[in-house]
């Protein structure tokens, strides 16, 4: 069945980087997100990666994809206290499927 | 500025009584979806529709209903059958199908009092 699982906290210090991870099981999903909710606040979407790719990275953030493992992860470096917030992945093998959400608590 | 708008932010609504979220849109997206999120629970999809005049049951549609009258709107009605009604309520639009961003409004929190 479609399921998507992430840990559902983490708290690293200001300047750590942070690893969030994230496991689903529908093998024929296109597109693997991440998205980002604030407190009281919809979803924004922070990065994609097309289930061909291994890796991408946009400025701070880097997205691992292991196909075989069906295991996606996104770490931030150089986490800032902005970042806090709680965030999402989801897979789109025919329906967008969300994870419960990880929140993450930055410590000065 | 293009996007999308739910209204309002916070609803309170007595049991047993029917109740209509709003959503508006001024992407030109096709696709709209509307759905639930619980603490801990992540987000669940309630309904969506990939075209005007036509819309599909998500996972948990049992005590809502929607239409899809027009592109822009596509307003979701928490009825007294839902036995549970109080959450964060989240409206979403894309261009296209599931492979397209979705872009999500600011929610409405909805509390039976």
């Known amino acids: 069945g479609e399921d998507v699982e992430q840990s559902l906290f983490l708290s690293v210090r200001e300047g750590d980087s942070s690893v969030i991870n994230c496991t689903y099981t529908?093998?024929?999903?296109?597109?693997l997100y991440w998205y980002k909710q604030e407190p009281g606040a919809g979803l924004q979407l922070l990065t994609y990666?097309?289930?061909?790719?291994d890796m991408k990275q946009d400025q701070r953030l880097t997205v691992l994809l292991n196909k075989k493992d069906k295991h996606l992860s996104l770490r931030i470096a150089d986490t800032q206290t902005g970042d806090s917030a709680i965030y999402f992945c989801a897979e789109s093998g025919g329906k967008l499927i969300f994870g419960q959400g990880t929140e993450l608590s930055v410590k000065p | 500025d293009g996007g999308i708008t739910q209204s309002p932010k916070y609803l309170f609504r007595k049991e047993g009584q029917n109740v209509t979220l709003s959503c508006e849109q001024n992407l030109n997206h096709d696709a709209m979806y509307w759905y639930r999120q619980d603490p801990g629970q992540g987000l669940r999809l309630i309904y969506y529709?990939?075209?005007?005049?036509?819309?599909q049951k998500g996972d948990i549609a049992e005590g809502y209903s929607v239409s899809r009258e027009k592109k822009e709107s596509f307003p979701l009605t928490v009825t007294s059958a839902q036995k549970n009604p109080t959450a964060f309520y989240l409206c979403?639009?894309?261009?296209?199908?599931?492979?397209?961003?979705?872009?999500f409004g600011q929610g409405t929190r909805l509390t039976v009092v």
């Open positions: 529908d093998s024929s999903s296109t597109y």
């Open positions: 529709s990939q075209i005007v005049n036509d819309f």
């Open positions: 979403a639009s894309s261009a296209g199908g599931w492979d397209t961003e979705a872009f």
């Open positions: 990666i097309f289930s061909n790719m």
